[in-house]
């Protein structure tokens, strides 16, 4: 049944306008009668952030934005499901068209905006699966007009901590303008004692929340420096590399599609977000975990992202293009990778290539 329903959703998502595609597959995803995929080997078992995932393997924010479906991804065999971005209040984002798909480049590009049906909304569908079980992850932005846009990441972790499994700060989109400028060390660094303080406050009746960081592959070097001090310093328990990237490698084959305004993913994105990944780890010294994330479409992507710092890896992109085989794909070759290399438990592979990876020359 996975497998015919993954067919389907491929074919739907080439045949259509790449958001009505979306739409669809988000409706397949509703009403098609999914079984459980195979329960997963222990070996693929992963703690992080005080939580215990079954398998290593999530879905990245942007294809659940309102918390819609999250059950039947996990049933697909996701280890857990980042759902959002979520916004205080409804909003429209920008106008359509506002999604493209690069097919030469198997790369997508979007300025989507944080198209959102509201807190409201989402609050309630994931109150409503709250003994379901499952790690869901909450992504959380700011309305675009907010006048104090610090205040609604306070007033997102506040209604959001009690049902979510993680709550993930984004400040690293480049749809909403200015947003990206919240990484900007002063800004952050107000940003985070609130948002720490939101969490901490609430934690009696809420129970522990993790909280991530989530930020742009774009960074300067110079200013992730300054990110992973301040998470580390304000002490959140995570984050998650990267975003899209506005950059456009000169490797792109569709040019006119490139041309259009929005943020990169999918298999271009691969090698800036991975660098960004294993430079992160080096500043972060194992204080806290990562979850890598950002052109991963095939199984040797995936392990190329645990070996550059990632504790947990997230797919969307690569989604589009190989379907949903692509998840069992992936946590097979975890385990042959850890039957081949004689190692005791996924621990062992996270960022054993990040120091060579940060000495290769920067991805053009």
């Given at each position: 049944m996975?497998?015919?329903?993954?067919?389907l959703a491929?074919w739907?998502?080439?045949?259509?306008?790449?958001?009505?595609?979306?739409?669809?597959?988000?409706?397949?995803?509703?009403?098609a009668?999914l079984?459980r995929?195979?329960?997963?080997?222990?070996?693929?078992a992963?703690?992080a952030f005080?939580?215990?995932f079954?398998n290593p393997v999530?879905m990245a924010a942007?294809?659940?934005?309102?918390?819609?479906?999250?059950?039947a991804?996990?049933?697909?065999?996701?280890?857990?499901?980042?759902v959002?971005?979520?916004?205080p209040?409804p909003q429209?984002g920008n106008?359509?068209?506002?999604?493209?798909?690069?097919?030469?480049?198997?790369g997508?590009?979007?300025?989507l905006?944080?198209?959102s049906?509201?807190?409201?909304?989402v609050?309630?569908?994931?109150?409503?699966?709250?003994?379901a079980?499952?790690?869901?992850?909450?992504n959380?932005g700011?309305?675009?007009d907010?006048p104090?846009r610090?205040?609604?990441?306070?007033?997102l972790?506040?209604?959001?901590a009690?049902?979510?499994?993680y709550?993930?700060v984004?400040?690293s989109?480049?749809?909403?303008?200015?947003?990206?400028d919240?990484?900007?060390?002063?800004?952050?660094?107000n940003?985070?004692a609130?948002v720490?303080?939101?969490r901490?406050?609430?934690t009696?009746q809420?129970?522990p929340?993790p909280v991530?960081l989530?930020?742009?592959?774009d960074?300067?070097?110079?200013?992730?420096?300054?990110v992973?001090?301040?998470?580390?310093?304000?002490?959140?328990?995570g984050m998650?590399?990267?975003?899209?990237?506005l950059k456009?490698?000169t490797?792109?084959?569709?040019k006119a599609?490139?041309k259009?305004?929005g943020?990169?993913?999918?298999?271009?994105?691969?090698p800036?977000?991975t660098?960004?990944?294993?430079e992160t780890?080096?500043?972060?010294?194992g204080v806290f975990?990562?979850?890598g994330?950002?052109g991963?479409?095939?199984s040797?992507t995936?392990l190329?992202?645990?070996r550059?710092?990632?504790?947990?890896?997230?797919?969307?992109?690569?989604?589009?293009?190989?379907?949903l085989g692509l998840?069992a794909?992936?946590?097979a070759?975890?385990?042959?990778a850890?039957?081949?290399?004689?190692?005791?438990s996924l621990?062992?592979l996270i960022g054993?290539?990040a120091?060579?990876?940060t000495?290769e020359p920067w991805?053009?």
């Amino acid at each position: 049944m996975i497998g015919w329903f993954g067919r389907l959703a491929r074919w739907s998502l080439n045949s259509l306008d790449p958001e009505d595609a979306h739409a669809l597959a988000v409706k397949l995803l509703k009403f098609a009668p999914l079984p459980r995929a195979a329960r997963d080997d222990p070996r693929l078992a992963t703690r992080a952030f005080g939580l215990n995932f079954p398998n290593p393997v999530g879905m990245a924010a942007g294809f659940d934005k309102n918390a819609e479906v999250p059950n039947a991804l996990l049933r697909l065999g996701f280890g857990f499901v980042e759902v959002g971005t979520i916004t205080p209040l409804p909003q429209a984002g920008n106008p359509r068209p506002r999604l493209f798909r690069l097919d030469a480049d198997c790369g997508v590009i979007n300025r989507l905006g944080f198209n959102s049906q509201g807190a409201d909304a989402v609050l309630k569908r994931l109150a409503a699966r709250a003994d379901a079980g499952g790690i869901v992850g909450i992504n959380i932005g700011a309305n675009k007009d907010a006048p104090d846009r610090i205040a609604d990441y306070v007033r997102l972790i506040e209604r959001f901590a009690a049902v979510a499994g993680y709550v993930a700060v984004n400040i690293s989109s480049p749809n909403t303008p200015g947003l990206r400028d919240m990484q900007r060390a002063a800004l952050l660094d107000n940003l985070l004692a609130r948002v720490v303080e939101a969490r901490e406050r609430v934690t009696a009746q809420a129970g522990p929340t993790p909280v991530l960081l989530k930020i742009a592959p774009d960074l300067s070097l110079a200013n992730l420096d300054d990110v992973v001090g301040i998470a580390r310093s304000r002490r959140v328990d995570g984050m998650i590399v990267g975003n899209t990237t506005l950059k456009r490698p000169t490797s792109l084959y569709d040019k006119a599609r490139a041309k259009e305004e929005g943020g990169l993913s999918g298999r271009p994105l691969f090698p800036l977000a991975t660098r960004m990944l294993a430079e992160t780890y080096v500043r972060v010294e194992g204080v806290f975990p990562l979850i890598g994330v950002g052109g991963i479409d095939s199984s040797a992507t995936a392990l190329a992202k645990f070996r550059a710092g990632a504790s947990l890896i997230q797919l969307y992109s690569g989604l589009v293009f190989r379907g949903l085989g692509l998840i069992a794909e992936i946590k097979a070759a975890l385990l042959a990778a850890l039957q081949n290399e004689r190692l005791d438990s996924l621990i062992d592979l996270i960022g054993t290539d990040a120091a060579a990876v940060t000495a290769e020359p920067w991805p053009g």
